[in-house]
């Protein structure tokens, strides 16, 4: 590879890393609907032709945003989990519980783009699936390391999953390999729980009700991992 194509490729990905900077200005501002090429464009001095070599249109630009909400939510998810033993799967849950929280308080409008309402028209494309799954799969790596040392003991609260879903559970038993329907029906329940906590308090439907957030979240969490089986 020549050092001016190594350059150019430099410049490129630089350019790139400043539009989405801007672009995120302005999902902050505008909304994920809102999201106008040609007004990054200007902010950025640029000609709106000029922009449309890097992302021909506005969906290519909200994919790029999408992809590098998730990686940034994964890799906190992956270094909060990494922190904790391998067998403090109770630790590793709540570590993981706790740095997503933390990165959508930090990062509220990206977080609205992967978690809220879906943009009109806007189809994700399948480079988004690795990505998006990052966060999921360290879940689905402590549930299944808990099954695969004989330390989960889901409590005999709920009813027995019906047969119909069974389907439905083999599609999510890749994530946690020799966990039964039951487990794997706990372990969404608590996924979508996790995330559903974190979507109330950032999108307001906690106020004037909820107001020692960070412990009742706490609380909570601690909950789903005492319906998941984790040990105490």
């Given at each position: 590879m020549s050092a001016s194509r190594t350059a150019?490729?430099?410049?490129?990905?630089?350019?790139?890393?400043?539009i989405t900077?801007?672009?995120?200005?302005?999902?902050?501002?505008?909304?994920?609907?809102?999201?106008?090429?040609?007004?990054?464009?200007?902010?950025?001095?640029?000609?709106?032709s000029a922009i449309y070599r890097y992302f021909p249109s506005r969906d290519d630009l909200l994919t790029a945003?999408?992809?590098?909400?998730?990686?940034?939510?994964?890799?906190?998810?992956?270094?909060a989990e990494a922190t904790r033993a391998r067998d403090d799967?109770?630790?590793?849950?709540?570590?993981?519980?706790?740095?997503?929280?933390?990165?959508?308080?930090?990062?509220?409008?990206?977080?609205?783009l992967l978690y809220g309402s879906p943009v009109?028209?806007?189809?994700?494309?399948?480079?988004?699936?690795?990505?998006?799954?990052?966060?999921?799969?360290?879940f689905g790596q402590i549930i299944g390391d808990a099954v695969a040392a004989g330390r989960l003991n889901p409590p005999a609260i709920?009813?027995?999953?019906?047969?119909?879903?069974?389907?439905?559970?083999?599609?999510?038993?890749?994530?946690?390999?020799?966990?039964?329907d039951d487990v794997i029906s706990r372990a969404v329940t608590a996924w979508t729980g996790l995330?559903?906590?974190v979507s109330f308090e950032l999108f307001g439907q906690f106020n004037n009700t909820i107001e020692h957030r960070a412990e009742f979240f706490e609380h909570n969490m601690t909950g789903l991992a005492r319906l998941l089986g984790l040990p105490a």
């Open positions: 150019r490729e430099r410049v490129r990905a630089e350019l790139i890393r400043e900077d801007v672009a995120r200005r302005h999902l902050a501002v505008d909304g994920a609907t809102g999201l106008s090429l040609r007004a990054v464009a200007r902010e950025m001095g640029m000609v709106s945003l999408i992809i590098d909400g998730y990686n940034a939510l994964g890799e906190a998810v992956e270094k799967f109770t630790g590793r849950w709540l570590a993981v519980c706790r740095a997503i929280r933390e990165w959508a308080l930090a990062h509220p409008h990206v977080y609205a009109p028209g806007y189809r994700a494309p399948d480079d988004t699936i690795a990505p998006a799954a990052r966060d999921t799969a360290v709920l009813p027995e999953p019906p047969a119909i879903i069974s389907s439905d559970a083999d599609a999510v038993r890749t994530l946690i390999p020799g966990a039964s995330y559903g906590m």
